[in-house]
Antibody, heavy 120, light 107 residues
Framework: EVQLVQSGAEVIKPGESLKISCKGSGYTFTSFWIGWVRQMPGKDLEWIGIIYPGDSDTRYSPSFQGQVTISADKSINVAYLQWSSLKASDTAMYYC?????????????WGQGTLVTVSS | DIQMTQSPSSLSASVGDRVTITCRASQTISGYLNWYQQKSGKAPKLLIYTTTSLYSGVPSRFSGGGSGTEFTLTISSLQPEDFATYYCQQTSTTPFTFGPGTKVDIK
């Protein structure tokens, strides 16, 4: 069974750093892209970026380029999303999703989400 | 970036109604258009991929269509479990942008 399991909710102070994770299981982790999506409270879905764990090829949305870093450790089947200095406006739910590229390109499996709250 | 719009932004409908949501892209996306359903507090779920393909396990009352820059999601007979927010997403070119969503609620 394919599963993406994300790390737990975080409460962080402004200016602090954070790395959240997404562990894949039940499939060949290095053969599928993993994407990250932000959803601010009560708002719509925003695409952050995507990584191919096989070779760490990474693409970012211009809106998030320089604001976050996406990485992966293929030895333990985990993808990461990290910030060096969080702001209150980073408060949101963050989802990871597997990107299938058979007959198109689409997110077929999603993590349960990680709620990040940035507050002093 | 390719911009995605959806209409309507919200709608009220009754069980059994036929519902159609429209998604428009700012440029042609070669049919790389997906639809997701999201219920409150839950992760999105894939419904339709590449314009018309029904994802495994999704009821056949959901269907997708369109071409070029205009696409539709149709629910042929709305069921109680279909009340949710629906998002389109283009995956022709990164960034893979989402539409702003259409909230479907009970009339």
């Amino acid at each position: 069974e394919v599963q993406l399991v994300q790390s737990g909710a975080e409460v962080i102070k402004p200016g602090e750093s954070l790395k959240i994770s997404c562990k894949g299981s039940g499939y060949t982790f290095t053969s599928f892209w993993i994407g990250w999506v932000r959803q601010m409270p009560g708002k719509d879905l925003e695409w952050i970026g995507i990584i191919y764990p096989g070779d760490s090829d990474t693409r970012y949305s211009p809106s998030f380029q320089g604001q976050v870093t996406i990485s992966a450790d293929k030895s333990i089947n985990v993808a990461y999303l990290q910030w060096s200095s969080l702001k209150a406006s980073d408060t949101a739910m963050y989802y990871c999703a597997r990107q299938s590229v058979v007959s198109g390109s689409f997110s077929d499996y999603w993590g349960q989400g990680t709620l990040v709250t940035v507050s002093s | 970036d390719i911009q995605m719009t959806q209409s309507p932004s919200s709608l009220s409908a009754s069980v059994g109604d036929r519902v159609t949501i429209t998604c428009r892209a700012s440029q042609t996306i070669s049919g790389y258009l997906n639809w997701y359903q999201q219920k409150s507090g839950k992760a999105p779920k894939l419904l339709i991929y590449t314009t018309t393909s029904l994802y495994s396990g999704v009821p056949s009352r959901f269907s997708g269509g369109g071409s070029g820059t205009e696409f539709t999601l149709t629910i042929s007979s709305l069921q109680p479990e279909d009340f949710a927010t629906y998002y389109c997403q283009q995956t022709s070119t990164t960034p893979f942008t989402f539409g702003p969503g259409t909230k479907v609620d009970i009339k």
